[in-house]
């Protein structure tokens, strides 16, 4: 049957794993592109970074999804740009021609152009950058209980500011602090007096999609927490040694995680597309490309911005958008696949949202929610979200176990320079 | 309580733990120097490097065994060597000095001087070596899947080589063909009459602790299993490409695991003691380097060379022999302190070997097991000696699990390059 359709998705998110998983049942060729073997459950990223979660338990191998859809492949690369003259995607291993394209390339960390902070602050976007924070994080405790430091060293050393009051800097700045509770309670030749999170805010409010009462509980949160909550306040700098706010302050610190802002993937900007100003491919309400060559072009997730005609600003980068869209752009390929060129257009179904601020605590805007009852929904969610029946059942028992015991079996530190042997 | 005698322990492995969780109890200073902070579970380092478990589960934080021992300190750097005359321990970090002290400083891989092959293929001693492997392999899978492959480059990829008939090769060659059953599974665009698993053995036999009927009897599980094992046959080199035979011949392969042989870590030839061919320092039957400088240096595990005057050679490097040393030397140093010079000798208690070939499969030589009896057996007995209640826990759930489903779910590669940004 060599005259199946092709159907070609970049990307294995939350819309690319949905999309392909809906092509797996039609009578379609499918492959999915995408630079990892893994689907990544990205919003549980700061808990790999917090050690609380291992990466096997966020990340679920692609071709176990398709096990039983001998249609589908896994081709492993990195995508650069598409050719849409052409119908190809170009890779760094070559290129793959499509019948039906999906774009599903998703979001990088956007540091608004300040290449110095790129360069030393964390992002927290990957399973590797997630785990860079962890060994980061974990071995700068044990560089500060050497005891032949300075104590201004040492302070440095214990500084951890977290840029950024969305749901991801929220919950990292939360679990940072348990983490250190931890270390409290291990580290004996420590002073933790020394130690202090940060959470720095351009604006003047936190978790920005929450009503104003569940901003100010979340703040009050991360204050009993011993989070120093810093709103209304911009970062102009960072060399990996002193980090400089725009009202002059500078914090000593050696640790600086970014949180403070999503951009679209860089092949986006190859794709032969118009793009918003965060990168990202503007889309009609019918999830095709805006003029593209051939109308056979699709963009959903982080990747895409679409907005209907009266809305302010583009559709937020948020899983439910992705998988929603999905839904959509399956249904109208098959539409053109089956000659009909009525397309549906795209609405989206507001979910709600929801962010945990640590052991216990979570806001949840819909319904309205805070504290351990939150808390429950928080975890209930993204259990049953989470891929893979057998990943759902260990972080259930990692989660009770953390919370029962106040544990973190993570701390390991595994970066240590290989060649450097004993 | 400046005077309290100062016990230093290098390395944090099976002797390491032990006596320093001894020490912990009196009325002394433990200062433990290892280069990584957690205790690793060597034995079950293969189901790492096959995907079966997550490092986390197999490493456990070292400053966690010892939360309420206020009198244990964590020193993270890697050993140089000791100067016995002022009686303190180099490290990259600086010289920690000890009243007394215990040298378990562990093996590494023994590549018998052959350079070529120390550089291409992977020992399997560490985290890092075992996630080296795992993202190899399975990143090969992805790589030979390519449709753009020649046969022979396929073949190459698919050719998956284990030197070393001792228990980790045996154990790494029967994981690697459940491995492949998985992959089989999921990857339909590869034909797997291409792959292969190859067991290399330089002597006549594997398993060399066990009886001759376990020894046959591990063979014919290997080769039920679909392992080539390959008996009076020696390796002469491997460019990364070839693996050289002495008897002329050439195995095309992309991955060599080296599992033939260890000897003691480097820092042990900077002791100024005696050391035997493979590295190890020369003990007394009461645990202390033979000709020591002040008699306050002792030696366990891997790491020493321990014979009674009627033994052919030492002792082997396998955990129980480090755990019952510690407990003599912990005897014995106690001893010291309170002024009795009457030391204790070691005397090794012979617990028996096991080893595990794969799903349901094991050999035990004492008492005599084979098949699942052997296997479970070989599961109670490391189960119950994996650190932590909680790694128990998730560990006894993963291999139910694996055992059940036949699922592998940390497949998942973690090596791709981070700066390489879509």
Request: net charge neutral; proline share 3%; aromatic share 8%.
């Amino acid at each position: 049957m060599a005259d199946k359709p092709k159907i070609v998705i970049v990307g294995g998110g939350f819309g690319g794993i949905k999309i392909a998983k809906l092509f797996a049942k039609e009578n379609v060729e499918v492959t999915l592109i995408d630079r990892h073997n893994f689907h990544l459950f990205q919003p549980l990223l700061y808990q790999v970074s917090t050690s609380v979660l291992s990466t096997d338990e966020i990340a679920y191998p692609i071709r176990s999804f398709f096990r039983k859809a001998k249609n589908f492949k896994l081709f492993m690369a990195k995508a650069r740009g598409v050719d849409q003259e052409r119908n190809v995607v170009i890779t760094n291993h070559g290129e793959i021609s499509y019948d039906y394209l999906i774009l599903a390339a998703g979001a990088t960390t956007n540091f608004f152009g300040m290449k110095e902070v790129e360069e030393h602050a964390f992002g927290m976007k990957t399973i590797q950058e997630a785990l860079h924070i962890r060994n980061h994080v974990l071995h700068e405790f044990e560089r500060a209980s050497k005891p032949y430091r300075t104590p201004e060293d040492r302070k440095k050393r214990m500084t951890f500011v977290v840029v950024g009051g969305g749901p991801t800097g929220v919950e990292e700045a939360g679990a940072l602090t348990e983490l250190i509770e931890i270390q409290k309670k291990e580290i004996h030749e420590l002073d933790f007096n020394d130690v202090s999170v940060k959470l720095i805010e351009a604006t003047s409010r936190i978790l920005p999609m929450m009503s104003e009462d569940l901003q100010q509980k979340a703040i009050q949160v991360l204050k009993d927490k011993g989070v120093e909550v810093m709103l209304d306040t911009q970062v102009v700098g960072y060399d990996g040694d002193v980090l400089k706010l725009k009202n002059g302050v500078e914090i000593p610190t050696t640790t600086v995680i970014w949180a403070a802002g999503v951009r679209a993937v860089d092949m986006m900007a190859n794709c032969g597309a118009e793009t918003a100003r965060d990168g990202r491919v503007w889309v009609e309400e019918d999830l095709r490309l805006k003029n593209s060559v051939h109308g056979n072009v699709f963009a959903i997730g982080d990747c895409a911005a679409f907005m209907h005609g009266d809305m302010q600003r583009p559709l937020a980068t948020v899983a439910p958008v992705a998988t929603q869209q999905a839904v959509v752009a399956h249904k109208n390929i098959m539409k053109l696949i089956k000659g009909d060129t009525n397309l549906e257009k795209f609405v989206y179904k507001d979910l709600g949202a929801m962010a945990t601020i640590g052991r216990g605590q979570a806001v949840v805007n819909s319904p309205h929610m805070t504290g351990f009852l939150a808390w429950s929904a928080w975890m209930l969610v993204h259990l049953i979200r989470l891929a893979g029946a057998h990943a759902n059942f260990t972080v259930a028992i990692k989660w009770a176990w953390n919370f029962l015991s106040g544990t973190r079996l993570g701390r390991i530190i595994t970066n240590i320079d290989l060649e450097d042997k004993y």
